[in-house]
C-alpha cells in the first residue's frame, strides 16, 4: 500500500530527512515514532503532497507521489498537527466545502458528510461554529475531513497532542475503528500512542530511520520505551550524534496515566 525508498528533503546544504525507507501495507497502522525535530512531519508533508521532495521515490496504493501526485492525494486523507478549519463555519457547511474541495460527487456530498459526523461522533456539535468546539471536538473535525472523500490511507500528524485523558482515549479508540481495510500512518512522540494503536513501527532519528518492525516482535524481550530509546543510542552512536531526547518522550508524553 505504501513503498517509500530513499526519500530525501534538503534546504539549501541541510538535510532534515535523510534517505528514508519504509512500508505499510493495507489494514495496518503504522507508528512513524521519533523524538521532536527527528523529521516526522517533513516526511508526512511529502507523503500527501505538500511538500517537494528531493530525492528518492514513494508510491500510495500503486502511485508515484512525483509523477501521479493528484491520485495520490484522491487515496489519501491527512490530518496535519493542527487541522485546517475555519472558526466561522459551522461542522456541516466545513464538512461539506471540504467534500466538494475533495472531488466528491455532487450528488453524494450530503450522504458523504453525514457519514463521517456520524463516524467520528460529531452529530451533537454538528450545527456549532468550529470557533466554539473544545480541543478533542476540533481533532474529530480533523479526523472527519480527513476521512470524507473514504481514502485508503490515513496520515495522522500528532492526532492527540494537546488533549486530556478522556479526549486521549477517544481518538485513539476511534483511529482503530478507521483502521481495517485502510493503512495508517500515525505519526507521534508518544510512546503509549504507539503501544495501544500500532502494528507496526518505525523509528527515525534525526532525518533517518533507526528501526522498522513489527511491534510484537519490538516488544518481545522489554518495554517499547527501552527499544525506543536503545535504537536511538544505536543510530545517534553510528551517525556520531549527541543524544539529546525531551523529556516528554523519556517520560513517554502525554496520557502516559493510561
Do not use: W
Amino acid at each position: 500500500m505504501i513503498e517509500v525508498q530513499q526519500l530525501t528533503k534538503r534546504y539549501g546544504d541541510r538535510e532534515v530527512v535523510r534517505g528514508i525507507t519504509f512500508s505499510a501495507q493495507r489494514g495496518q497502522i503504522l507508528g512513524f515514532l521519533g523524538p521532536n525535530g527527528a523529521g516526522k512531519t517533513t516526511t508526512m508533508r511529502m507523503l500527501t503532497g505538500y511538500l517537494p521532495a528531493s530525492s528518492g521515490t514513494a508510491k500510495v496504493a500503486g502511485y508515484d507521489i512525483f509523477t501521479e501526485s493528484a491520485e495520490v492525494r484522491r487515496r489519501i486523507g491527512y490530518l496535519p498537527e493542527n487541522p485546517p478549519l475555519y472558526p466561522d463555519m459551522t461542522v456541516r457547511s466545513y464538512l461539506t466545502f471540504v467534500a466538494k474541495l475533495k472531488g466528491v460527487a455532487r450528488g453524494e456530498v450530503a450522504e458523504a458528510r453525514d457519514k463521517v459526523i456520524e463516524r467520528t461522533g460529531l452529530g451533537e456539535v454538528s450545527h456549532r461554529l468550529l470557533s466554539h468546539l473544545s480541543k478533542g471536538f476540533r481533532q474529530r473535525v480533523g479526523l472527519a475531513q480527513a476521512l470524507i472523500h473514504n481514502p485508503e490511507v490515513l496520515v495522522l500528524d500528532e492526532p492527540t497532542i494537546g488533549l486530556d485523558p478522556r479526549q486521549i482515549i477517544e481518538i485513539r479508540s476511534l483511529i482503530k475503528e478507521l483502521s481495517g481495510n485502510r493503512t495508517v500512518i500515525l505519526s507521534t512522540h508518544i510512546l503509549p500512542e504507539v503501544s495501544q494503536v500500532c502494528d507496526k513501527v518505525v523509528i527515525i532519528n534525526e532525518g533517518h530511520v533507526a528501526c522498522e518492525e513489527l511491534l510484537s516482535n519490538l516488544t518481545k524481550d522489554g518495554t517499547l520505551e527501552e527499544v525506543f530509546l536503545r535504537y536511538i543510542a544505536q543510530d545517534a552512536a553510528a551517525h556520531g550524534e549527541a543524544v539529546e531526547l525531551e523529556s516528554e518522550v523519556l517520560t513517554t508524553g502525554p496520557g502516559a496515566e493510561e
